[in-house]
């Protein structure tokens, strides 16, 4: 399958900082890739839909002045959340699809642990 | 109500044990039918990729859509303790215009026991 990684794999940061997560789609270009939350023993929660060249769309309850996000090229996304608190602590994943309507491939996520 | 529901388990088997995992849905508007497997810690892995309604299997995978019922379902034969892990199944609407946005159900927890 299709190949997306994500860096950094893990990352503690104090509260009040901001992180920039990565997604990378190694073999294939992807215009659009999603960002997803995952707290402990749940399911994926989607937060937003980056779009190469353009803004992104956001879900409902996601506050897009906290969680910026970048599609700079057609392999590259970037999360960053600003001025991180420790309610922001969780697992976030990124995934796109080299084709149309299907396959959806995920990257390998990224802790965040904010102090 | 959930528009997915999933079972979140856990589900617990012996080894060579047939795992049996199903999802259900509300929403006609589902088309494509994904199943993942996630381990712990890290991002969800694509098993299987279903469009129309019947059976399609991969190896020891088996994955079941009947779309008048709104249910589908994963087989695992043949189980092993490296299937531990939690199943996620996720479908899409093919009617939003988002094209890749799914919709995942909770996730099963599966447990294969030496």
């Known amino acids: ?115 | 109500q959930k528009e997915v529901e999933q079972d979140p388990g856990p589900l617990s088997v012996p080894e060579g044990a047939i795992v049996s995992l199903n999802c259900t849905y509300s929403n006609s508007a589902f088309q494509y039918f994904m199943w993942y497997r996630q381990y712990s810690r890290k991002g969800p892995e694509l098993l299987m990729y279903t469009y129309s309604s019947g059976n399609k299997e991969d190896g020891r995978f088996t994955a079941q859509v009947d779309k008048s019922s709104k249910y589908i379902s994963l087989f695992i034969r043949d189980s092993q303790p490296s299937d531990s892990a939690t199943y996620l199944c996720a479908m899409r609407d093919i009617l939003k215009a988002a094209g890749n946005k799914l919709t995942f159900g909770g996730g099963t927890r599966v447990l294969v026991k030496p």
């Not at chain 1, 073999?27 to 937003?48: E, G, I, N, V």
């Not at chain 1, 980056?50 to 999360?79: C, M, P, R, W």
């Not at chain 1, 976030?92 to 990224?110: K, N, Q, R």
């Open chain 1, 1 to 115: 399958g299709a190949v997306v990684s994500q860096h950094p794999s893990r990352v503690i940061c104090k509260s009040g900082t901001s992180v920039k997560i990565e997604c990378r789609s190694l073999d294939f270009q992807a215009t659009t890739m999603f960002w997803y939350r995952q707290f402990p023993k749940q399911s994926l929660m989607l937060m937003a839909t980056s779009n190469e060249g353009s803004k992104a769309t956001y879900e409902q309850g996601v506050e897009k002045d906290k969680f910026l996000i970048n599609h700079a090229s057609l392999t590259l996304s970037t999360l960053t959340v600003t001025s991180a608190h420790p309610e922001d602590s969780s697992f976030y994943i990124c995934s796109a699809s080299p084709t149309g309507p299907g396959e959806l491939f995920f990257g390998e996520g990224s802790r965040l642990t904010v102090l």
